[in-house]
Structure formats: C-alpha cells, structure tokens
C-alpha cells in the first residue's frame, strides 16, 4: 500500500465521528427520546401522505421540476423569493456543502457551543481550522468574544434554538455578528417553528447571512431527509448550480414534502400540541428534588441531574427510554437531553426518572 494512501487513511481514522450514542443497540425501547424527533404528527396522516406520494412518483426516473416545485411552495410559505431556496438532503448536507464551498485550508470556522457537533466535524474535513467559543453561563451568545475571535474571515456557526441548552439567541446578538463580521454567519434554525422567532427574512437584505431550516422536526419527517439552505439572491442559485449535486433529492421525498406544505395545519396543530405537552413536562420536571430543568424553544429539554449522567442515561435505557448524554454544559454537571415526546412517553420517562433517582 502506498504512502499516500497510508496518509490518507491515517487522517481519516483520526478524525472524529458523529456520536449516535448506544440507543440505536439497545433493544425493547419504549418512548425513543433521544434525537428529537416530532412524534406530535399523527402517524396515520404521515402514513397517508407517504401512501399518496408512492402512487404518484415513477422513481425510476430523475424529476428535477419537483425540486423547482418545492423552491416554489417553501418561498410562498416562507415569503420569500424562489431564488433565495437551496434544498439539500436534510441540514445536515446544508451544513457539508457551506463548508465545501466557502472553506478553504486553514481558513477559520467559529463554532458557539455547546452546540451541534456536526459543524466542527464537517468545517475540519473541509480543511478549516475550527475554533469553539463557549457560550455565556446564561446560555446567551459572547458577541465581542466572537467578533475579537472571528477576525474578518471565514464562517461562523450558530443554532438558535441551539442544541443542547434549548435557548433562543437574542436577534440583536445575531444581527450585529452579520453586520461587523464579514465573513459568512450560519444560522441554523432546525428548531425555529417551537420558538418566537425567525430572522429569515433578514437574509435578503444581508449577503452574508445564511439560514438552515429542516423537514425533520416541525414537519415530522426525519426520515425522509429533507432541508434548505436560505441564502441571499446574489449567490444562492449559483451555489445551488455549481455545489449541489446534479440531481439533489429524491422526489419521492419532495413529494411528502410538498403535501405537508399543502396541508400546514397538520404541522401547526403537531406544533402547537407539542408545546402544550413542553409546559406540561418542564412543570413535572421542576416538582422533581435537585434536578434542574431549563426552559426550552425547542421540541426537548436539558436537563442536570443530581446523580452521574452516564448513571442516569443507563437507569433510564434500562427501563426502556431512550435519551441523549451530554455530560458537561459549561458550569452544569450530569446533563442529559430528553425529547418532548407525547404524553404517555412522557409518562413513562418520568416515572423511570424517578425510579432511577431513587435507586441511585
């Protein structure tokens, strides 16, 4: 084998991967609660949408209008222009190909975290040299620390909500990081529709703000792979052209999509329901002795345990409730993430949380 190809291995296999945790092994899972999921859809709506996609769409051919189709229907809901829309095979390609096509070998990229590990895994396989700037203790953003951090160049990542704290950036912070940083400011908003609010429609007057948005949460279809990138008219149609892939999306996928978007009550109502059922677990949550629950505009909830998390996070999968260990958040110890799922899941998390507890 060859040196070069030893080298390049060599880099792959020290180069980190994305953490799936242990759940996916785990057998008799009972309330899945660990990747954020929307489980407020009515699973025989999806079923039934899904149903009428398969009958309509040839898969054996490439259908590049259903992507033009959808570049239409999300710009009317958003109010948007057609030529601000890039879909991508869920945000997570969004994320892979920003960094593909404005990251070079050792330009810089920003991370603000505690946050989605994926923006360093994919900005450091582009080449860039990331740098991870810690949140405030109140979760709120650092702005001089970035912008001193950042200098004038490359791109800097936010998730408002962000994951894990579950907290919305204040739209001032943000807005001044796009207007004294010139390079480029990814905001991911995979979280926006459980929240107040969304600067997308800011994007248009500023050429360096990008918005990521996703099918998986509100929507209710993760499987199905499915995001945007909304990025300024200047540049967005070029990079659709020349960084996308030649056929983006399965148009099997854009079809359930497109009926979603069709009929948007199914998404409003699953919002609303989850967030009725979010006030009703955080209340639990807080009855709970020594464990610290954070208010959240997301569709999950951080909390700190009084015992071990990886204590926890075991007493619970053990039980059947599947949740996400994330350890350390800044000065909070013991800290799992737990998705907000329906009330019986709920349910069954709770009283396994308190056993746990008690057993501890």
Known sequence: MSNWLNDRLSTLNSRESYNLGSNSKAKNIRAK???????????????????????QVDVRGYHLGIVEELCTAVAKRLSLSEGMIVPTQGADQGIDLLSQGFLRE?????????????????????????????????????????????SDEGVIFLCSPNNPTGNQFASDDILRLSEKFPGIVVLDEAYIDFAANSLVKEVENRRNLVVLRTFSKAFGLADIRLGLIIAHPDWASVFLDRIQYPYPLSSLAVSIALRMLQ??????????????????????LKQIDDVKAFDSQTNFVLLSLP???????????????????????????????????TRAMNSDFLEALKVVLINA
């Not at 929307?38 to 009428?52: G, K």
Request: aromatic fraction near 6%; include cysteine.
């Open 106 to 150: 050792g330009d810089r990229a920003i991370i603000v975290g505690p946050t989605y590990s994926f923006y360093a895994l994919r900005a450091s396989l582009a080449g860039a040299r990331c740098t991870e700037i810690k949140l405030n203790d109140d979760f709120s953003l650092p702005v001089e620390t970035i912008l001193k951090e950042a």
């Open 307 to 341: 015992i071990d998390a990886t204590r926890g996070f075991n007493g619970l999968l053990e039980r059947g409730i599947a949740t996400k260990k994330v350890g350390r958040i800044l000065n909070l110890p013991n800290c799992i993430r737990v998705t907000v799922g």
């Open 33 to 55: 609660l660990d990747a954020n999921e929307n489980w407020h859809i009515p699973a025989e709506e999806v079923h039934r949408l899904v149903s009428e996609a398969v009958a």
């Open 263 to 284: 009929e948007f009550q199914l998404v409003e109502n699953g919002v609303a329901s989850l967030k009725k059922e979010r006030k009703w677990l955080l209340e639990q």
